[in-house]
């Protein structure tokens, strides 16, 4: 006798085939509002974190949409469920926890920050302050694309300054995750949360003082920043989380 492997889903991969099984069920109708996250996460006894990264995956396949002060609905144009299941979940077997990355990323980046203050050329600090020059024109274009990727080369320019190439490609891994799919989707809605994108430059005044303390080589402040830079987005993850 042979035995198959039990696999052991993501519990956001439960959480969609429950929200799909109920809008396939017709318990959700095309255009219906789908129950706020805290009372999912509730009825299905998971973390709210779970929740929003399966909501966030579903946005992705156009399954639902999240009107912002109003609710998440199912998209009035969703006509066949099995297609979004075939969309959505390679996305989320195959993309990391945004919660996850966050974590790993707010307790890399805050260890290199004395090292890069020491260590960062006079190149470094040109390209640092390119990075936070792109992020500020494509936050007052509101084109989250370029905004992210001047974000990532922002982030590994910090990595590059220590001159440590083991510190480089451990930073490397954790930035690249950020070209995710699934983490951008849940770092727009985080921008777009409060009103007029007021996250979104709250981020990048965050990261031009964060140059500037760089460039002063002024290792408190900057630590001070990148535990406010972290905080910020942090916050708003962990309040999904129970």
Not at 95 to 111: K, T
């Amino acid at each position: 006798m042979t035995f198959e492997r039990i696999e052991t889903k993501k519990t956001s991969l439960l959480v969609i085939e429950k929200i799909l099984g109920a809008i396939e069920e017709g318990t959700y109708q095309p255009g219906d509002r789908l129950p706020p996250e805290r009372k999912i996460a509730e009825e299905l006894g998971v973390s709210r974190t779970s929740v929003r990264e399966a909501l966030s995956a579903l946005r992705l396949a156009k399954a639902i949409e999240t009107r912002h002060g109003d609710g998440t609905y199912v998209n009035d144009s969703l006509t066949e469920v099995s297609n979004v299941k075939n969309r959505v979940m390679p996305i989320i077997e195959k993309e990391e926890d945004p919660f996850a990355v966050w974590e790993a990323r707010e307790s890399f980046e805050r260890g290199i920050i004395p090292l890069a203050i020491e260590r960062a050329e006079k190149e470094d600090i040109k390209q640092l302050g390119k990075h936070v020059h792109q992020m500020k024109n494509s936050a007052q274009k509101e084109n989250y694309e370029d905004y992210f990727s001047s974000d990532r080369s922002f982030h590994l320019r910090m990595a590059i300054s220590t001159h440590n190439p083991f510190i480089e490609r451990d930073i490397r891994a954790l930035v690249d995750v950020m070209k995710q799919k699934l983490w951008q989707e849940v770092k727009k809605e985080y921008f777009l949360e409060k009103n007029e994108g007021e996250n979104i430059y709250s981020s990048v005044e965050t990261h031009q003082k964060l140059f500037q303390a760089i460039k002063d080589r002024d290792t408190e402040t900057a630590l001070d920043l990148i535990d406010e830079h972290f905080s910020e987005l942090g916050e708003f993850l962990q309040n999904r989380r129970g």
